[in-house]
T-cell receptor
Framework: NAGVTQTPKFQVLKTGQSMTLQCAQD?????MSWYRQDPGMGLRLIHY???????DQGEVPNGYNVSRSTTEDFPLRLLSAAPSQTSVYFC??????????FGPGTRLTVT | AQSVAQPEDQVNVAEGNPLTVKCTYS??????LFWYVQYPNRGLQFLLK??????LVKGSYGFEAEFNKSQTSFHLKKPSALVSDSALYFCAVRDIEGSWGKLQFGAGTQVVVTP
């Protein structure tokens, strides 16, 4: 199993640009989620999904969109990048009641 | 609402000494509790969890944690710290009610183990 994979590892965007962060898992997990990690703030939930076709907002959803067309993939779209979205982004997946598995992260800088 | 607090931004310990990282939580019902570790420039790795049963939970790399319901705490411990244990540690909680409950993370505690 590859577990949870994320691409790209690093990305630099200019303000106003859009992009998609990719996330895939091969563990057949129902639940997938996106977090952002900022110094001193822990991990904050952006969006999550409990299955294909079902998504919902987390704690900090503004400026981000998600979709879940398959069990395996859960991309995160930045519609119009802002400097406040400079962060490290983590994708995670799990079965219903079990621990989450995290991807390696994407370090995004918006200039 | 659920929340978790890690009261120490950083814990410094000498190699070979006991290591404790503190965590307190608040949930409306019974909790699921987790500890994760993050090494530099890496994702989070699962260490251990408390779902039900024994209050002392053993996990990876020699770590253990004690669930204390009366004090709403779930402190992470290791009897003898190693330099390689230097990392960022996160406590997380979610309400046991509902299978799809969201996980709430603490702000993290940086552990520094000196030789």
């Amino acid at each position: 199993n590859a577990g949870v994979t994320q691409t790209p590892k690093f990305q630099v965007l200019k303000t106003g640009q859009s992009m998609t962060l990719q996330c895939a898992q091969d563990m057949n997990h129902e639940y997938m989620s996106w977090y952002r990690q900022d110094p001193g703030m822990g991990l904050r939930l952006i969006h999550y999904s409990v299955g294909a076709g079902i998504t919902d907002q987390g704690e900090v959803p503004n400026g981000y969109n998600v979709s879940r067309s398959t069990t395996e993939d859960f991309p995160l779209r930045l519609l119009s990048a802002a400097p406040s979205q400079t962060s490290v982004y983590f994708c995670a997946s799990r079965h219903q009641t079990y621990e989450q598995y995290f991807g390696p992260g994407t370090r995004l800088t918006v200039t | 609402a659920q929340s978790v607090a890690q009261p120490e931004d950083q814990v410094n310990v000498a190699e070979g000494n006991p290591l404790t990282v503190k965590c307190t939580y608040s949930v409306s019902g019974n909790p699921y509790l987790f500890w994760y570790v993050q090494y530099p420039n890496r994702g989070l790795q699962f260490l251990l969890k408390y779902i039900t049963g024994d209050n002392l939970v053993k996990g990876s790399y020699g770590f253990e944690a004690e669930f204390n319901k009366s004090q709403t705490s779930f402190h992470l411990k290791k009897p003898s710290a190693l330099v390689s244990d230097s990392a960022l540690y996160f406590c997380a909680v979610r309400d046991i009610e509902g299978s799809w409950g969201k996980l709430q993370f603490g702000a993290g505690t940086q552990v520094v183990v000196t030789p």
